[in-house]
């Protein structure tokens, strides 16, 4: 009987670590509207909407908004050296 009492508590600990870390490895998803309203990056990336690149903040930290419209190249450069 103490065998089992062990082995299901064994058990339960291992499959309540299982979870943990299972739903700690898996950001949620960022869900964004396909509306066409597109911005600029600092990063020198267009962006389809503002929601898009919010989405990016937690590859880019630092990421902010250079203007409205897409980005070009020269825009991109005036930001990165001045």
Same mark, same amino acid.
Do not use: H
């Given at each position: 009987?103490?065998? *089992?009492?062990? /082995? *299901?508590?064994?058990? $339960? $600990?291992?499959?309540?670590?299982?979870? %943990?870390?299972?739903?700690?490895?898996? @950001? +949620? +998803?960022?869900?964004?509207?396909?509306?066409?309203? +597109?911005?600029? =990056?600092?990063? =020198?990336?267009?962006?389809?909407? /503002?929601?898009?690149? #919010?989405? !990016?903040? !937690?590859?880019? @930290? =630092? $990421?902010?908004?250079?203007?409205?419209? @897409?980005?070009? /190249?020269?825009?991109? *450069?005036? #930001? %990165? *050296? =001045?």
């Amino acid at each position: 009987m103490k065998a *089992f009492i062990l /082995i *299901f508590v064994v058990y $339960l $600990l291992l499959s309540t670590n299982i979870v %943990l870390t299972t739903s700690q490895q898996s @950001p +949620p +998803p960022c869900i964004c509207t396909t509306e066409w309203s +597109p911005v600029c =990056g600092s990063n =020198g990336q267009t962006y389809g909407n /503002i929601c898009r690149l #919010n989405c !990016d903040r !937690d590859r880019y @930290p =630092g $990421l902010a908004v250079v203007s409205t419209g @897409p980005c070009n /190249i020269w825009q991109w *450069f005036s #930001n %990165l *050296f =001045g």
